[in-house]
């Protein structure tokens, strides 16, 4: 599965409408350690088909950067039923990310 890039105008139909759990990875394109987990996250998209995945320019959807109250990136954020479920701020291995999706889905 592809990642799905948010914005203002799709977040609702995207995130508060689904059911299921998803991940968001909200960046910016300067950012260092940004630029080393987003691999990362495109690996989980390809392997894990179950979750939906998705990215946040905070350059580009302030307003959802505000919402989720970010204010260091990359912040991965894990969503179950358009409710937020879990969230790390900064990088992180592969097997975290996924363990924070896997038990999101129990």
């Known amino acids: 599965m592809s990642v799905i890039k948010l914005n203002a105008e799709n977040f609702e139909n995207e995130i508060k409408n689904y059911s299921g759990v998803a991940?968001?990875?909200?960046?910016?394109?300067w950012c260092g350690p940004c630029k080393m987990v987003s691999p990362i996250v495109?690996?989980?998209?390809?392997?894990?088909p179950e979750f939906k995945i998705?990215?946040?320019?905070v350059d580009e959807a302030q307003s959802l950067a505000a919402e989720f109250s970010v204010m260091s990136i990359p912040t991965l954020v894990v969503m179950k039923n358009g409710?937020?479920?879990?969230?790390?701020?900064?990088?992180?291995s592969k097997s975290a990310?996924?363990?924070?999706?896997?038990?999101?889905?129990?």
């Open 42 to 48: 495109d690996e989980i998209a390809e392997e894990h």
């Open 83 to 92: 409710d937020m479920a879990d969230s790390h701020i900064g990088l992180t």
């Open 97 to 106: 990310i996924v363990d924070m999706l896997e038990n999101a889905n129990k």
């Open 54 to 57: 998705c990215k946040v320019n």
């Open 23 to 29: 991940l968001i990875d909200f960046y910016a394109d």
